[in-house]
């Protein structure tokens, strides 16, 4: 079974420019989840989707991210402008119908530096 | 909002040695518990589970954890470590109604041959 497929696996930006990232989830899972890990810290949730619609978004900071999963299957995650703070790790994970007796599986990251 | 402590940053353990990583949760309701195990280069991946029922809960490779309510901690145990369990270790927490997983800061495990 293929695992969560992400891509870029690096990216290096300076502040203020934008950047996207794109993950494919595992086939046949209905629920997909972005995170954020800082160095150091345990990942945060940004933003989780049901197929192509929004169930958790609470913790996505809207004014520069912004995500979609147009056909509830892959998605993108953007940042637009970054910050220095933005430098992270991004993860997807994807589980197969968003409950809570689900395994979450994730991908392997995108890392980002904002220079 | 719950919230989720791993007071070990980082353990150094030499093989065959015995091991207990601690995690401690703060939220008055339900909850699910997991620990993730994130191996050199690897993706994060699911180590154990618990839901309800046993409190203690063995995953993959040996390792175990027990869920104590009254202590709301949920540590993990393994009694005899390897070079190979080398990795970092995350515990984290979801309230039973949601799902809606909050990570610790992680554990980093050095096992030394």
């Known amino acids: 079974e293929a695992g969560v497929a992400q891509s870029p696996r690096y990216k290096i930006i300076e502040k203020r420019q934008s950047v996207a990232f794109w993950c494919n989830p595992i086939?046949?899972?209905?629920?997909l989840y972005w995170y954020q890990q800082i160095l150091g810290q345990g990942p945060k949730l940004l933003i989780q989707?049901?197929?192509?619609?929004?169930?958790?978004d609470s913790q996505l900071p809207k004014d520069r991210f912004s995500a979609e999963r147009l056909k509830g299957v892959d998605s993108t995650l953007k940042i637009q402008p970054a910050k220095l703070e933005d430098s992270a790790v991004y993860l997807c994970?994807?589980?197969?119908?968003?409950?809570?007796?689900?395994?979450?599986?994730f991908g392997p990251g995108t890392r980002l530096t904002v220079l | 909002a719950q919230s989720v402590s791993q007071h070990n940053h980082h353990v150094i353990l030499s093989e065959a040695a015995s091991l207990e990583l601690g995690c401690n949760y703060s939220?008055?309701?339900?909850?699910?518990l997991f620990w993730y195990v994130q191996y050199p280069g690897q993706h994060l991946q699911l180590l154990l589970k618990?839901?309800?029922?046993?409190?203690l809960v063995k995953g993959i490779k040996g390792f175990e954890a027990e869920f104590i309510k009254s202590k709301f901690s949920f540590n993990l145990r393994k009694p005899s470590v390897q070079w190979s369990d080398t990795a970092e270790y995350f515990c984290?927490?979801?309230?039973?109604?949601?799902?809606?997983?909050?990570f610790g800061s992680g554990t980093q495990l050095t096992v030394l041959p």
């Open positions: 994970a994807s589980s197969l119908a968003g409950a809570s007796t689900d395994t979450q599986y």
């Open positions: 086939s046949g899972h209905a629920t």
């Open positions: 989707f049901q197929n192509n619609g929004v169930v958790d």
């Open positions: 939220y008055g309701g339900t909850v699910n």
């Open positions: 618990y839901f309800s029922g046993d409190p």
């Open positions: 984290a927490v979801e309230p039973g109604s949601a799902r809606q997983l909050t």
